[in-house]
Each structure stands twice: as C-alpha cells, then as structure tokens.
DNA sequence: TCCCTCGGTCGAACCGATTCGACGAATCGG
DNA sequence: CCGATTCGTCGAATCGGTTCGACCGAGGGA
C-alpha cells in the first residue's frame, strides 16, 4: 500500500539533512542541551518552521525515560461527577498545563480498572493524581507498590505513606452543627453521601458522620444521621422519610450537595420555608451553593486550590521520589448565606 | 549513579531471557500476530506474571506509529464547564475506556494554545474530539491541515470537511417559542449565553437566535432577545434589568442552563410566580433541568449519546481517514415539567 | 521417496528521538 | 610557541518494543 508524501511525517532525520547538519546537532539545538553556533541554530530553526517539524512525543518517553504526562484518576462517568469534582479535575487540568504537562484520564473503579492498569503500568505517564479515595484503597495500595510518584485528593485512613490534599468534612461538619446549636436548634439532621460509598469506605462519608456525632454530643443535641444517593430526587425522597419519620427537626447539615436541591424541594412540599422554619448547611463548592435558590449557607470547599496544590505536590514527588510525604487538609470558614436562622420555638 | 534493583523496570528482554525464548517470540506471545506454541505461550505468562511486566506504552507507540490515545480538547478551565459539558466529557471518556482507549485532556483557547499544540502536532494522539466549536473555528482549521482524524461535537458555519455531532439549537429553541406561542404567550425573550462567546462566534448562540428570530416571526410575537454570562448571579442581573425594560414579558425561553437558577431567583424577587404568572422552557441536560426548583420544562440534551456517538465516529475515522464524513444533528423532545402553563390574560 | 507447506522460533532491522565519546579548530595562559 | 581547554559538531549506541526474512523439522500429497 503506497504511502502519499502529503502523509509522511518529518522527523529529526529529514530537518538534519535538510539542514546540512547531523541529527545529534539539531537535537542539540532544540534542547540546548550542548551549545550550538548561532548560524547553525538559525539554519535549523528555519527548516523546523517551514516543515512544521515537532518531536515524536513517543520517541522522546522512550528515549528520556519520562512522559511529561501525568494521570488522573476520576470516579467512572456512571456515577456523575459532583460540582466539586469537576473542580478538581478542571483545576488539575489547568495547573498541570501551567507546567506543560498534559493530563491523562483514567475512570476507575467498576468495569474500568483495564483504563488504570494501563496509566499505572505502562509508564504511560510520570505520577498519578487519584480522586475519590476510599479509607481502604487498593489503587492506592497498587500505586504505593508500583513506586510511580502519586498524590490523593482525599486520603486513606491511615494516610502515611503517601502525599495527599483533603478537606477535613470532620471539622468541617462539627462547625456545622456548631452553628446551628448556636441558632437555637436542638434536633438536627446530616445528609450524608450515598449508603453505597459510605458502605465502600469513602472516606468524606465516615468523617462528616464523625464529625456529626462529635458535635451533637458535645451539644447535647438530639441528632439523626441518613444517607442519600448523589442526585436532586434521592435528597427529596430522603429528606420527605425524613420529616414524616422526625417532625422535631429544625435543621439539615449536609455534605451532599448533588442532593441540596432535593432537600429544598421537600421542605417546601412539606410547607416549610426556610430559613424561617427550617434551616440548612452544607459544605458544597461556592458555585453550586451560589446556584441554589436561596443560596447555601455552606463552607465553601477550594476546589481550585486542592487542585493546583494536588499538582504541585506531584511535580515534587516526580523531582525528589525520596523527599518526605507533604500534605494539606483545609477547613474553609463558613460562608453565611441565606439558609440558616434561630429556630423556631 | 547506582540505580537499584527494585527500581529496575522489567522489559522484554528480561521475560524472553527468564523463558529461554527470543525477545520476537515474546512478542508474539503477546500480541499473538504469529502462532505460538502453547507449552511456550503458557511459560512466557508465568514470567510475566511474576514480574508483573507491562510492555512500555512509549516503545509500542514508536514503531506501531500509533498510540492508543485519542485527545479531548475542552475550553479552558477559566470558563467555568456548563453540566452539559461535562456530560460530553463524562460520556467520551467512558466510550472511550470501552474501547480500551486513552483519553487525554487538552484545555485550548486563551493562554492554553501550547497544550493544544502538543496534542495535535506530537503524534501524541491518534485522533482529536474537539469541544466548544465556533462557527469560524482555527483549530479545525489546525486540524484540517494536520491531517489528524477529528470528530467535532460542534459544528463550524459550513461543516463539509469534517465529521461532527451537534444539538439543534435552531430547531429546538423554535420549538420553544411555539410551544410558548401555543400556551397563549405574546412576549417572550430569549436568554442566550454570553456576549462575549455570541461575538466569538459560537455556533449554539448563534443558531438559537436564528431559531428565535424565525420563530417569533412565524408567530407573530414579540420577541427580545438577550445574552447572558453563564453563572447564576449573571442570569439573575440579567432577567432583572429584562423584566424592568420588558414589563410585558410573560415567557423566557434560554439555552443558557447555568444561569436559569438566576433567573428564578429574579423571577421570585419580582413577584412572578412559575409557572402561574411567568413561563420558562429551555435547553439543558436532563440532570441539571431536574436540579432546579421547580423542574425546569426543557429539551433534554443526550449528552451520553453524542458522546459515546463522536467517540463512535472517531474510531471510524482512524480506522479508515479516507471514508466519507458522518454527522450527527440531534433534537430530543421537550420535556414538559413544572415551569410552563398558559399565559395569564 | 521427494518436495512443498506450514507451524514455531530466531536474529536483525527499525521506529525517532537523546546522549556519550571523540575529534578538529579556535582560544587561552604561561 | 606549545599544551590544555573550550566550542561546535559528528557518528554510533541506546531506549523497548514490533516485524520481516529466514530457518528447521514435521506432516501431507503425488
């Protein structure tokens, strides 16, 4: 089968003839790893233009032994991606092109885990990035075995061995009920995540439930703690059960914010107006809170930042595979909004 | 520098050395392109087993001059993903994992171009799915050039040379108006993303004010048209000052899904009751129309669909650069929920 | 019995870059 | 004025796979 020219691809031969030069020499002017005479430099610069020339990225892994790549490792696209979620993947995305890294994805989990033994093993990529991480994690274990640089968004329960960025949902949801017994309230209610990833181990999930127990002890308030798939209808349906079973609630503190809206539509079927009657907060990406109508009373997690800071730790760890593990847990304040007032009495 | 040994990646010199065979005769093994006895076959896996050797995706990309990798190139992290965005990422990605295909992420446009040019020119990828088309778009035109196999999901203003997959905004925005026209509503206004993608040239905004435009002139209503930027507080500013100008309005339809959460807010902060004293029908995906309070009436976008459809039609194209172009140009039904009834006379 | 085919394997070339050692010419210090 | 550097360049080896041509032995048809 014959090959058009239109077809044929140039590569560092063709630019080194067509420059009088040898291979090794434009290689060298390219990336001036050794000096190169200016006229030289210029003459292959020329050639490189007009030929549109760009170095085989598959050749240059090869040869260099990096992929200036980096994986990143999502939940599978049948569990739709939170707000907060596609933060992170939208600023790992930018800080990583920030730094000329392009961003290899990876879903894992269910039918997907083909997709994340190839970006593991093939040295595909230079470190990984995995979101989602469980209390128990076996990507995490994988990757801890394979030696390739990775960094979690969350962590494990007993996160030594590795980098990580997290948000503390124990902290963070103690504050919540703070703030509502502060208001007055005395029978409060957590929306948690799905019962399935509370089940799997995910870590956000055992914490925020943590953090709730802690806080409605320390209160001495009257609390109950559900679990709620990811979506508006799983809040209603929720939320509903969970007013006909406890007509005493004033009050929901929630870390599910895919749910949020569900919840809203609930109270107002179940003739309460908030923040008059009933009160709500949450921990929730800024935007989401922003976009509900009335807006979250919510901590408004970074998501940019644990990101851009995700990446960072990565290019550290590609650097220095020695240097000791760093990490970050952040605990942003709570941004008063317009869901939480004094209970009723 | 002594590298240790645990360090030492394992190759197929070292599995064809441990199974007493050649480095040939392993890769047949593998790849299975040559017949193989099976006492031999069985051998060569247990060492590979053992070692838990991956063949290095870089050395399989250079002389297969393929890489197992197709490209996704999204806006830019900066503009905010609408949920349908990240619906089509969502769905690509998971298309493409079912065909044991990478996907790797390309932010393009403002200060991204590098990365855009990385993906495209280093024969990183196999083929491109180009996100976010304007109607006079320079990276298709890149593309075109390149002679790399791409799907748009978007189209450009005269789409010959290309394949792509697209929602009609054209034909479902009229259909909105008609559906408003045919509930009773005389003024109605469209909500349009914003100025500036409408003066970039993007497509969606374009065809969704033809749609109107044509529309209304059927009708015979009157129609005003505005853009709005793609977050809530926007759309809230936005139906506020178009309420305080157009009095008389009694129906918005919009394409713009990220900012209808603000015009319910302005819609409340007015006194206009939906779907009592005001309508709104839009475009959206399914997930996000549910979201809203009430339900938003809307054509549902299969995002799912035209995502796994481009990567479908991707494959296609790599597999045969020289088959004829295929389009996709879908428009899902309205669905009817909470936020349309008939115009108050 | 001879020749051909085919299954199974090997060695060598190749993909397109980087990098090491070497070498001639120019420069510099003493 | 001479030996030691330094500069600029070249050729060859290398990264880790795939693939082509060749070879050997077994089996089948005439």
Redesign the pocket.
Same mark, same amino acid.
């Given at each position: 089968m014959e090959r058009f020219d239109y077809d044929a691809?140039?590569? %560092? @031969?063709? %630019?080194?003839k067509r420059a @009088? $030069?040898?291979?090794?020499? $434009?290689? &060298?002017? +390219?990336?001036g790893?050794?000096?190169?005479?200016?006229?030289? =430099?210029q003459r292959i610069q020329a050639v490189i233009d007009e030929l549109g &020339?760009?170095?085989?990225a598959?050749?240059?892994a +090869? =040869?260099?032994?990096r992929t200036r790549t980096i994986g990143l490792v999502i939940p599978p696209a049948s569990t739709r991606l939170t707000d907060m979620q596609l933060g992170f993947v939208a600023s790992v995305v930018d800080a990583a092109a920030r730094a000329d890294l392009d961003v290899l994805l990876s879903p894992s989990g269910g039918e997907h885990d083909r997709s994340f033994e190839r970006v593991v093993t093939g040295q595909r990529v230079d470190g990984v990035i995995v979101m989602e991480i469980r209390l128990e994690d076996d990507r995490v274990a994988r990757l801890m075995a394979s030696g390739l640089p990775f960094v979690g968004i969350g962590r494990t329960r007993d996160p030594q061995g590795m980098s990580w960025v997290d948000i503390d949902y124990e902290t963070l949801i103690a504050r919540c009920v703070h703030h509502l017994a502060d208001l007055g309230h005395r029978d409060v209610a957590l929306v948690n995540r799905s019962a399935e990833l509370v089940a799997a181990g995910y870590g956000p999930g055992h914490r925020a439930r943590a953090g709730f127990d802690r806080a409605v002890a320390e209160r001495g308030l009257r609390g109950v703690a559900v679990c709620c798939a990811d979506d508006a209808q799983a809040g209603q349906a929720c939320t509903e059960s969970l007013l006909a079973e406890h007509p005493e609630l004033t009050a929901i503190a929630t870390v599910n914010e895919a749910a949020a809206a569900g919840v809203y539509h609930a109270l107002a079927r179940t003739g309460r107006e908030v923040p008059r009657d009933f009160s709500i907060v949450g921990v929730a990406a800024r935007h989401w809170a922003e976009n509900l109508h009335p807006p979250l009373t919510a901590a408004d997690v970074p998501a940019v930042e644990l990101g851009a800071q995700a990446v960072d730790l990565l290019l550290g760890r590609i650097a220095d595979p020695a240097a000791p593990h760093r990490h970050l847990l952040v605990a942003p304040p709570i941004s008063l909004r317009a869901t939480t007032g004094p209970a009723r009495r």
């Open positions: 691809r140039v590569n %560092i @031969g063709e %630019i080194a @009088g $030069v040898s291979r090794s020499t $434009v290689s &060298y002017a +390219l990336t790893r050794r000096p190169v005479s200016p006229e030289t =430099k &020339y760009r170095p085989n598959a050749a240059r +090869l =040869k260099e032994g």
